[in-house]
C-alpha cells in the first residue's frame, strides 16, 4: 500500500514534464512563424499623420445618395410619363387609321344611350326584345331621314328668294358703307369685288380638288352612317352581353372596380344624351320661332342646324348663331341682325344658368375650361366627330375616375387592420 503514492507521483511528474516540453515547442514555433512573417499589427502607426492645418475628407457616397431627392423623383416620373405618352401617341395613331369606324362606333353608343331607355319599355310591354330592338332603331333613323330630308326640301325651296334678298342686302351694304363714316369709294368696292372674283377664278383648281374630296366625305359618310346603324342595332339588342365580354378583357385584379365603374359610366353617358337633346331641342325652337317671326328666310334650316350645334358645347352655340346673324343681315337688314342676335343671347344665356345646371345635373357637370380644352383637342384630332366626342368622353372618364378612386379608397380601408384593443 505504502508503494502505490510513489508510483502515482512519479506518473504524475512525467506528465507535467511532457506538458512543459510541449508549450515550449509551441511557443518555440509561433516564434518562428513571428519571424518569417512580419505581422503589422498597426498599419495606421506607420503612416505619418498629416497636417493640423489639413482639412478632414469625408468618404465619398453612393452614386444614387449623391443624386438630390427631387431630382430623383423628377427621373423617375419622367421616364413613367414618357412610356405613358408613347402609347397615347400610338393609340392615338391607331385611332386615326380607323377613324371612321371609332366614329361610327362612338356615335353609335350615343344613339344607344338615347334610344336604350324606349328598348326597356317596350321590353316591358310585352315586346320581344328583338322587335323591341328593330322598332326602337328603324324608327329613330327614319326620324332622323326624315328630318334632314325637310331641311334639305326647305334649302331647295327657298334658294331661290335667299339668292334675291342676298342681293339686295349686298346693294344696300354697299350703299351704306358708300354713305358711312369710314369714306369708302365705290371705286374701292369695285375693286374688292373684283379682287374676289380674280380670286375664284385662279383658285379654280383647288375648288374643283375639294369639290372632289367632298365627293369622298360623302362616301365616307354614308359608310360611317351604315357603321353606326348596325353598332347601334347590336348594342341595342345584345349591350349586356357585349359588356359582359369586355369584362373578360380586364384582368382579374382590376375587373371588380371595372364592372362597378361600367354601369355609372353608362349612366353618365345617358343622361348627358338625353339633357342635351333636350337643351337642343329648347334652344332650336326658341330661336327658330323669334328667327321665323322676324321674316328671316330659311327659319327651319337654320333651327335645325342651331340644334345640331348644340352638340358641341359653347363652340357650337356660337358659330349657329352667327350663322343665324349674318343670314339676318344680309337678307333683311341690319336692325333684323341685331333682333336675332338679341333671340341668340337670351336663349343662350337661359340655356347655361337655368337649362343645363336643371336638366343635365351634377352628374355630367364639367368645367368650362375642360370643355374648351377637350372640344379643341377634339376637333384638332377627328374635326368636327371629335369635338362632338369629345364632352362626353371628358364626363364619362370623370365619374370612373372618381368611381375608381373612391373604391381603391374603400378597399383599402376594409383590408386595414384594425386599431390595437379595437
Do not use: C
Not at 328668294?161 to 368696292?189: A, C, M, Y
Not at 359608310?223 to 342595332?233: E, H, K, P, Q, R
Not at 359582359?244 to 359610366?265: M, N, Y
Amino acid at each position: 500500500m505504502s508503494r502505490v503514492p510513489a508510483w502515482l507521483g512519479r506518473v504524475g511528474a512525467e506528465l507535467t514534464q511532457m506538458g512543459e516540453r510541449l508549450d515550449q515547442r509551441r511557443a518555440a514555433a509561433e516564434a518562428d512563424d513571428h519571424h518569417d512573417v512580419p505581422v503589422v499589427d498597426h498599419p495606421a502607426e506607420s503612416v505619418p499623420p498629416p497636417p493640423t492645418y489639413a482639412p478632414a475628407v469625408a468618404a465619398r457616397p453612393e452614386p444614387v445618395a449623391a443624386i438630390p431627392w427631387g431630382i430623383r423623383v423628377a427621373g423617375e416620373a419622367a421616364w413613367r410619363l414618357l412610356v405613358l405618352a408613347g402609347t397615347v401617341w400610338v393609340l392615338m395613331r391607331i385611332i386615326s387609321a380607323v377613324q371612321i369606324v371609332v366614329l361610327a362606333f362612338v356615335a353609335g353608343l350615343l344613339i344607344t344611350a338615347l334610344l336604350q331607355p324606349t328598348v326597356a319599355r317596350l321590353k316591358r310591354a310585352g315586346l320581344p326584345r328583338g322587335l323591341a330592338t328593330a322598332l326602337t332603331a328603324l324608327l329613330g333613323f327614319i326620324l332622323m331621314g326624315l328630318v334632314g330630308w325637310f331641311v334639305v326640301w326647305q334649302v331647295v325651296e327657298n334658294i331661290d328668294d335667299v339668292s334675291n334678298r342676298v342681293t339686295d342686302g349686298i346693294n344696300e351694304l354697299k350703299r351704306w358703307l358708300l354713305n358711312s363714316p369710314f369714306h369708302v369709294t365705290e371705286d374701292q368696292i369695285n375693286d374688292l369685288a373684283k379682287s374676289l372674283s380674280d380670286a375664284i377664278g385662279t383658285n379654280t383648281e383647288e375648288i374643283t380638288s375639294a369639290g372632289i374630296q367632298g365627293v369622298t366625305v360623302i362616301v365616307e359618310l354614308l359608310t360611317g352612317m351604315l357603321l353606326a346603324f348596325f353598332s347601334t342595332l347590336f348594342l341595342l339588342y345584345d349591350g349586356q352581353r357585349i359588356w359582359q365580354w369586355a369584362l373578360k378583357l380586364v384582368p382579374a385584379a382590376a375587373r371588380p372596380g371595372v364592372a362597378g365603374a361600367g354601369p355609372r359610366a353608362w349612366r353618365t353617358l345617358t343622361a348627358y344624351v338625353r339633357g342635351t337633346v333636350i337643351v337642343a331641342m329648347i334652344d332650336a325652337i326658341f330661336i327658330g320661332v323669334g328667327i321665323y317671326f322676324l321674316d328671316v328666310p330659311l327659319a327651319v334650316p337654320l333651327a335645325v342646324f342651331i340644334f345640331l350645334g348644340a352638340f358641341v358645347p359653347l363652340v357650337g352655340a356660337v358659330v349657329s348663331g352667327a350663322l343665324a346673324v349674318v343670314v339676318a343681315l344680309v337678307t333683311d337688314g341690319v336692325f333684323t341682325a341685331l333682333m336675332v342676335l338679341a333671340i341668340v343671347l337670351a336663349v343662350q344665356q337661359i340655356e347655361g344658368h337655368i337649362l343645363q345646371p336643371f336638366i343635365l345635373g351634377r352628374a355630367v357637370r364639367v368645367h368650362p375650361l375642360a370643355v374648351v380644352l377637350s372640344v379643341a383637342a377634339g376637333s384638332l384630332v377627328a374635326g368636327i366627330g371629335g369635338a362632338v366626342v369629345a364632352v362626353p368622353l371628358v364626363a364619362v372618364t370623370n365619374t370612373v375616375v372618381g368611381y375608381l378612386r373612391s373604391y381603391s379608397r374603400d378597399q383599402a380601408l376594409r383590408t386595414q387592420p384594425p386599431p390595437h384593443g379595437a
